[in-house]
């Protein structure tokens, strides 16, 4: 019969093999991760008892889409405004570990006497931990509602963002197969300018893309939308020589600040979980347990080093950002394991061939080992910090203790001079960025035109092409900022200030000089002016000459420019789109202290169906209700005797750690997916009405039947013919056959009860 | 740097090209399916100025997955319990349409002068009408409510059958190369016996696995688990020589009567609709517009048959298994188009290699012009009837008019003697295909060594083995003869009747005695006895050894009660979904009566009302027996009960009334994604300054939440935030008072601080 493609029993295989295991992991509560991963092992070539995967081509493409989709669903989690909120605290905390535990790592391999890029890539795989096995555990063991909680899920954000950019830097490494600082750099810049290109480029496109399609998306339109630009993405990343993992990871990012993320999450998350499961059985075939056996005891001291080193580095992280002892252990102590990062790391070593064979089994088990212990762990946080309370001098302590920082007042902002040239170098970077990536677009358009076009005219219409396209923003770089008013009030502040600002303007005009006369440069090259008969020395003038022309000009057409402002607000607005979402925004002065947060109120909770004022919303949680959304409509500011029906989208008010509080009593999530339903106690009966019953001639509704028996009457059958949910008015007749659905007993009794009315078995 | 696949950049591609045209044909308002044959048209070899897929295997393995996807979904959606309830009247019309429309394509493609087998295979794929794209066409019209779109859905779900059939039986003649009567039966038979098989112990073992497994299944291991087992069953069909469409589809329709089954279908669709659209872009790829141009002619004549004789043709089965001419004549404009399955059967022909080329660029643009005529088809259905009504005489029209069935009366289900033997037959060659299936098994396990020494025994071993598990079954189809009460009365009045089940029961019995002396024979056979010295014919042998097994098996009886416990287990899976309602309507009402749960939307204008104040019996004629809402069912609710969003209420009326009902119920979005209706409230504050009115009131007395519906949030403090202040806090000299207002409100309330100053 027709060919089966092989992959097709390998899938088949796969899955199979991993929804039995991690079945029966989630018996045995492990995570889910464990299960694939033993599954993997299972089917992998190192194993006898089973049978073996046959086209290990598409199964790893499969693992490498897998990868992808993970990614874009991180991506699609992750914030840039969320990072920035959580900042300060996590991101010291997240530094600090990072940089120790890659120097730990890399000590630790040289001390193993492994290579040096083994080494290298060892701190960068122990470096990170794993966002899925502490997201699992904190739901194992409830504590969402704990105060570091929020913290740690801060930090976990952190470093997937570190991630990503380790995953750059090492595939540089690995390129030029040494460390090389200066390659580094640069290429951390390309890498830099890539990123603010397509951010602020997909944040422009996309959102106003989606906004026109909006109407027209359906589930299946959306699923396919969002996948394609995944991998579109994904390819113009491996373009410009960048792993396909942060490709999706910059889809993901920037398809999170449209509207439809939810929508897109809820659809791509049973694509990912499929894929992904491939990723990690796969990660579970290349296990081989020959050389576990050859390097236990490596396996051993990388384990040990981690459990010791990761929480510790991470406590002293949290210390020096501020936090308390207890909470800096609690937090610290999560994050004694590593996980999915370490495992895609690894993979990126080996398809670039820079790390040994052996590597690859030894972080899988380390991975999984320290996954079983991280419960563990993290339950003997308490304890230990109850220890080194008892142990340590009260000196030490004293000043590790609680340094809670107080509600912070910040009313008010001023303009000084640092920010205002902070704000100044922030602007000239993203312009610059923006100008170079509309330039390239530029040139690369005129190529086309090139082949086209003869010699003087093609030029020509490039350098005009070029310069139309890229001018709204060479506009904005060099004059957009002298209409502004705050500026005009600095510069009356102080001389200094005026000169410095003065300075400013002209760096921003000189570089809009340059760039203008490096493009027409790069088109009027000496074989154009050759063909015009213009001599050497004289060309370069003039294009100097075009350039300060071009500059001028632009300046002079500053009214004209205006739709830049269109575009800018385009952006702005496609930036702030999600957050538009909410009724309004908090003011910077409040955002410390007060929040807005939007929660669908789950069918199971507690508040379904209640009056506002009969809620302790206010009492127990400081928080007042906002608006209401229930489908198309929303409540604002709904009064006291307001009712919560199940499924509205309810905006609260109030602290963070108040909100986080309530987030688990509104949404609450059923442990079980699907229920089996308690035997309904219901069932549908019929009885003959004789002629010597009392109902004969009686009308339904003075019958009683649904008053005082919780009987339903749904039909009458009457001279043959049924009369289907009779009316209330109809009067019982004899040898009507009456259909009523009640409960058992009260059934059993209507139908003993009355000697007249006697059960209709036999026919 | 890390080279990617090939695969992802066609991905991008595809998926990309398909998004936007998508997108296109909504706007347009045309079917997405049309969107994704454009993109793939556009992305394909015979487009110069766009890009081209460059990973042809794996685009191909990926669109092959689409497929089984697609049927995967249409598995489980399928209920074999619903086609059972409709039959009737939906087979009627379904056949009529199926072998009239292979007819005239058969015909139509020897005019035209094509070879036998594009002949067939034209006539097979004319047949088959477009599920997604009569379904979609229904949504786009809001037509759902309308009868006859009932009887529409279920002559696509015979169809949808039928095409499973008709794949195999092409494919076996696609082999064969040539209409063998014979061959084609063998294929049948073993079609049906593996379907029986697949279907009793993957209803019987499944929902078992899923219900030890609910309580640790999240959505991702379900997700992992259900594409696991769709694949396997493909490996399984395959393995059985069926096509990997078969397994999907079965597979889906076996997981469709378990519990799982909605939220299965919830986490695959974004799958399905994945593949599948790399499924229909890759159908679009294979579209040659120079074939299109040489073959205008053929296409043409192609659409204007199924346009006109499909619709024709469905219109008079419908006419024929009773229904009006209004709704016959309505339903019949549905089915003028192809699709999916058309492409399926094409792909099919494509692979074995048997069909031309040049058909399957034919068949995609017939599909697709008549896919696009489908919506006008449709509406058209209408203008059509009066027309057809003022045109023809009277004496027809009324012969077709209204025979609209009275509710017919059935009270009673007499048992006759027919419907005894019927079950009788049934339940014989249910248990003879479960056997046979297990039998085939062993064989196949145990294969006899050489060692003359040891082999008598493992036969003997074997042997035990096989009897002991077969044993059950062996003994149902011998001797469970369950009869009922009402059959015994009969057998005892009767004395033709009692003859009638004494041969079925010795029927039964040789049956039984042939299948195991098959077995007997199979371990034992000559070299077996041979090697024991017994001088014996094996058959003989085999017979007799059989039958004393037989015998003791009868006196074991009472002991194989167990075997019930397996029965009732099966019956139990089988009627798991139906057991999620509060009961089960009998069959004498169900000509009349039909249980339908609904969740209740949070857009439907029912949402938040008491039972009473609904016009569900006034309007509808339904009642409402249940609703189920998170973990509680409440039964039999009162009238003053509130109807809460998402409440799953289950109704009993007519089938009609409540399909009227239920878009009234189930109110669903047009748009996936709305963006949000602009709130016109903000945050403000107001600074208290000396001598304001409100120093020295507390916030219960002021009139913030009444005269201006604000609602104040904090209040700054000598740089302290009291945040959602208490009702009786006092306002100071100096406090900042922030508030959330609408604008007009703020501003009345700001001009009223100032007036009061």
Avoid at chain 1, 67 to 83: A, N, T
Avoid at chain 1, 496 to 518: D, G, H
Avoid at chain 1, 723 to 732: E, G, V
Wanted: with cysteine; proline share 3%.
């Amino acid at each position: 019969m027709e060919n089966l493609p092989a992959l097709f029993s390998d899938l088949a295989l796969i899955l199979v093999t991993a929804g039995l295991t991690t079945v029966i992991f989630k018996w045995l509560k492990q995570p889910v991760v464990l299960g694939y991963i033993i599954a993997g092992f299972l089917i992998g070539p190192n194993f006898d008892w089973f049978p073996v995967i046959k086209d290990h081509t598409s199964v790893e493409t499969w693992s490498e889409i897998g990868m992808v989709f993970m990614l874009f669903g991180i991506g699609l989690e992750f914030s840039f405004k969320k990072l920035k909120k959580v900042g300060g605290t996590v991101g010291i905390t997240a530094l600090t570990e990072l940089v120790t535990m890659c120097v730990v790592g890399f000590l630790l391999g040289k001390a193993l006497g492994w290579t040096q890029m083994d080494c290298i890539f060892l701190g960068a795989m122990l470096s990170i931990s794993s966002t899925t096995i502490i997201a699992k555990a904190f739901d194992d063991m409830k504590l969402h509602r704990e105060k570091f909680s929020g913290n740690v899920i801060g930090e976990l954000v952190v470093e997937d963002l570190e991630a990503v950019l380790l995953m750059v830097i090492l595939s540089t490494l690995a390129v030029s197969k040494s460390f090389d600082g200066m390659q580094l750099v640069s290429s951390m810049l390309k890498l830099g300018f890539f990123l603010l290109v397509w951010f602020v480029g997909g944040i422009f496109l996309v959102p106003t893309v989606l906004r026109w399609a909006r109407k027209f998306m359906s589930e299946e339109t959306l699923t396919v939308f969002s996948v394609g630009l995944c991998f579109m993405m994904v390819v113009l990343a491996n373009l410009a020589g960048f792993s396909s993992a942060l490709g999706a990871f910059i889809m993901g990012s920037i398809l999170a600040e449209t509207l439809e993320a939810e929508a897109i999450h809820k659809l791509t998350t049973p694509i990912k979980n499929l894929f992904g499961a491939i990723f990690f059985v796969s990660v579970g075939m290349m296990v081989d347990p020959q050389i576990l056996v050859n390097y236990w005891w490596q396996i051993l001291i990388v384990t040990l080093v981690l459990l010791i080193f990761k929480p510790l580095s991470n406590v002293i992280g949290r210390l020096i950002a501020g936090l308390g002892l207890k909470q800096a252990m609690q937090g610290g102590f999560c994050f004694s394991q590593i996980g999915e990062f370490s495992f895609i790391i690894a993979t990126l070593g080996l398809n670039y061939g820079v790390i040994d064979e052996f590597l690859y089994p030894i972080i899988v088990s380390v991975s999984i080992i320290t996954t079983f212990i991280t419960p563990y762990a993290i339950k003997s946080a308490v304890p230990s910090y109850q220890w080194v309370t008892k142990h340590f001098p009260e000196g030490w302590l004293n000043r590790l203790e609680n340094s809670d920082s107080g509600i912070k007042v910040k009313s008010g902002k001023k303009v000084n001079m640092g920010s205002f040239l902070a704000r100044q170098f922030k602007n000239i970077v993203i312009y610059l960025a923006i100008i170079i990536a509309v330039i390239l677009i530029g040139f690369f358009a005129s190529s086309f035109i090139m082949k086209y076009v003869p010699r003087p005219w093609s030029s020509a219409i490039g350098t005009a092409l070029s310069l139309v396209l890229v001018s709204p923003f060479l506009w904005a770089m060099g004059f957009k900022h002298t209409l502004a008013d705050t500026t005009h009030k600095l510069m009356e502040v102080s001389k200094f200030n005026k000169s410095l600002i003065r300075f400013v303007f002209v760096l921003r005009f000189v570089i809009v000089a340059v760039i203008s006369y490096s493009v027409i440069q790069h088109f009027l090259n000496n074989l154009f002016w050759e063909r015009l008969n213009v001599g050497s020395p004289w060309y370069h003038w003039i294009n100097i000459g075009f350039a300060l022309v071009f500059t001028v000009l632009l300046r002079v057409l500053s009214p004209a420019m205006k739709f830049y402002k269109h575009i800018e607000d385009r952006f702005l607005d496609n930036l702030n789109k999600r957050q538009s979402m909410q009724v309004f925004t908090i003011p910077e002065i409040l955002q410390e202290n007060c929040h807005l947060q939007k929660m669908t109120l789950s069918p199971d909770s507690d508040y379904s169906g209640k009056l506002i004022k009969d809620t302790d919303f206010r009492d127990n949680y400081n928080v007042s209700v906002v608006s209401v959304e229930r489908g198309k409509q929303l409540f604002e500011l709904p009064k006291s005797d307001f009712q919560l029906f199940p499924y509205d989208k309810i905006t609260f008010v109030g602290h963070e750690d108040h909100l986080r509080l309530l987030l688990s009593k509104v949404e609450v999530f059923d442990e079980q997916l699907i229920q089996e339903h308690e035997d309904s106690e219901v069932d549908l009966y019929k009885v003959e009405v004789r002629p010597q019953s009392p109902y004969v001639g009686v009308a339904l509704m003075d019958s009683g039947l649904a008053e005082k028996l919780d009987a339903m009457v749904i039909a009458i059958e009457r001279d043959g013919h049924f009369i289907l949910n009779p009316s209330a008015r109809i009067t019982f007749q004899p040898a009507d056959l009456v259909w009523f659905v009640a409960q058992k007993d009260k059934a059993e009794f209507l139908m003993n009860y009355n000697p007249d009315t006697i059960p209709n078995t036999q026919p | 740097m890390e080279s990617i696949p090939e695969l992802f950049s066609d991905l991008a591609l595809i998926l990309v090209t398909a998004g936007v045209t998508t997108v296109l044909f909504k706007w347009l308002k045309q079917p997405l399916v049309l969107g994704y044959i454009i993109a793939g048209l556009l992305i394909g070899p015979y487009f110069p100025w766009f890009p081209i897929v460059r990973d042809h295997e794996s685009v191909e393995i990926w669109s092959e997955i689409g497929m089984v996807f697609l049927l995967f979904a249409i598995g489980l959606e399928f209920s074999f319990k619903k086609l059972k309830k409709q039959a009737g009247t939906v087979g009627i019309t379904a056949l009529t349409e199926l072998v009239s429309m292979c007819f005239i394509g058969y015909l139509l493609g020897k005019v035209m002068g094509w070879s036998q087998m594009d002949s067939i295979f034209l006539g097979a794929m004319l047949s088959m009408s477009s599920t997604t794209i009569i379904a979609k066409a229904f949504e786009d019209l809001k037509m759902k409510g309308e009868k006859f779109t009932g009887s529409v859905i279920g002559v696509l779900v015979v169809e949808d059958l039928a095409a499973i059939l008709m794949m195999v039986i092409l494919s076996t003649m696609s082999v064969s190369a040539a209409l063998d009567g014979k061959e084609l039966m063998m294929s049948v038979l073993k079609l049906v016996f593996f379907l029986l098989v697949w279907y009793v112990g993957g209803v019987f073992l499944i929902p078992t696995i899923l219900k030890w497994a609910r309580k640790f299944m999240s959505e991702e291991t379900l997700t992992v688990f259900s594409v696991g087992l769709c694949f396997f069953m493909v490996w399984l069909a395959n393995k059985a020589g069926f096509s990997s469409a078969l397994g999907a589809f079965i597979m889906g329709s076996i997981l469709a009567e378990t519990l799982e089954a909605e939220m299965i279908h919830k986490l695959t669709t974004p799958i399905k609709n994945l593949f599948g659209a790399v499924f229909f872009v890759s159908v679009g790829m294979m579209v040659n517009p120079q074939v299109l141009v040489d073959f205008w002619w053929q296409i043409l004549v192609i659409t204007i048959v199924v346009v006109v004789l499909k619709s024709l043709s469905s219109g008079v089965g419908m006419l024929l298994s009773g229904d009006n001419l209004h709704n016959s004549v309505r339903a019949g404009m549905c089915f003028g188009q192809i699709g999916e399955f058309s492409f399926i059967i094409a792909t099919v022909g494509m692979s074995f290699g048997v069909i031309d080329d040049f058909l399957y660029p034919i068949i995609v643009s017939v599909s697709i012009i008549t896919t696009f005529l489908t919506p006008y088809m449709i509406k058209a259905g209408e203008p059509m009837f009066h027309w057809i009504e003022r045109k023809v005489p009277e004496s027809w029209t009324s012969f077709f008019a209204n025979k609209e069935k009275s509710i017919k009366e059935k009270s009673g289900n007499t048992v006759t003697m027919r419907t005894f033997v019927l079950n009788q037959l049934k339940t014989a060659i249910l248990y003879a295909a479960i056997l046979l299936a297990l039998t085939l098994v062993f064989f196949s396990v145990y294969t006899p060594i050489e060692n003359h020494q040891i082999r008598p025994y493992l036969d003997i071993i074997a042997l035990a083995i096989s009897l002991l598990i077969t044993s059950p079954f062996l003994w149902a189809l011998g001797f469970k003869h369950d009869l009922d009460a009402e059959t015994e009365k009969m057998v005892k009045t009767n004395k033709a009747n009692r003859r009638m089940v004494w041969i079925l029961y010795a029927v039964r019995f040789v049956a039984t005695w042939f299948i195991t002396s098959y077995i007997f024979r199979h371990f034992l056979d000559d070299d077996f006895w041979r090697t024991i010295n017994v001088q014996m014919d094996d058959v003989i042998m085999a017979i007799v050894a059989s039958l004393t097994f037989l015998l003791l098996l009868r006196g074991l009886s009472p002991a194989m009660k167990w075997y019930e416990r397996i029965e009732s287990r099966f019956l139990e899976n089988m009627n798991k979904r139906e057991s999620m309602n509060s009961f089960i309507v009998p069959e004498v009402l169900q000509e009349n009566f039909a249980l339908a749960k609904m969740p209740l939307s949070p857009q439907s204008h029912y949402a938040g009302l008491r039972i009473r104040d609904c016009d569900f019996r006034n309007s509808y004629n339904a009642s409402v027996v249940s609703v189920d809402r998170a973990d509680e069912i409440i039964d039999l609710p009162k009238k003053d009960l509130m109807l809460f969003p998402s409440d799953e209420i289950t109704f009993i009326g007519t089938e009609e009334q409540l399909a009227r009902l239920k878009p009234l119920v189930e109110v669903e979005d047009d748009v996936l994604i709305k963006e949000r209706p602009h709130s016109n409230v903000d945050i403000h504050k107001i600074v208290l300054d000396e001598g304001n009115r409100l120093v020295g009131v507390t916030l219960r007395e002021s009139d913030f939440r009444n005269a201006y519906t604000a609602m104040v949030i904090a209040i700054e403090r000598d740089d302290n935030f009291m945040l959602n202040p208490d009702a009786s806090t006092l306002f100071q000299k100096g406090d900042t008072i922030w508030y959330v207002a609408s604008e007009e409100k703020a501003q009345e309330l700001v001009r009223c601080m100032m007036a009061k100053q």
